[in-house]
């Protein structure tokens, strides 16, 4: 459980076979909307990302996992920095592209 005012955090990484952009979510399983990826705080973020360092180096399915801050809001998890507010909805330049002209923003 987090603590007031503890960032939370959610691991993010790239599919190594596309380098689409993904979340790990409940269960150690990786999903492309951060809406559901799983909000961690305090010492289960960083073991999160531990886990999917070792697990994942013998299946070689994401490349550079990392931890990332988001607040979480009544839509969910919302990255603070823009880098990752981008990579959670996709091309800047072609709202048609990526998963904003899918219709499923993060």
């Known amino acids: 459980m987090a603590q007031a005012g503890e960032v939370m955090k959610v ?3 790239n599919r190594l076979d596309t380098g689409t ?6 269960g ?16 289960a973020a960083g073991a999160a990302l531990a ?4 697990t994942d180096a013998a299946g070689v399915v994401v490349v550079e996992p990392y ?5 979480v809001a009544g839509c969910g998890p919302q ?3 823009p880098r990752e ?3 959670a909805r996709g091309p800047s330049v072609r709202p ?11």
């Open 96 to 106: 048609d592209l990526g998963i904003q002209g899918a219709g499923a923003l993060a």
């Open 21 to 26: 952009v993904v979340w790990l979510a409940a």
């Open 11 to 13: 691991v993010s990484a």
């Open 79 to 81: 990255p603070l920095r």
């Open 51 to 54: 886990r999917t360092q070792t």
């Open 67 to 71: 931890l990332v801050d988001v607040t």
């Open 28 to 43: 150690d399983v990786w999903v492309e909307r951060l809406a559901e990826a799983a909000v961690l705080g305090g010492a």
């Open 85 to 87: 507010r981008i990579r």
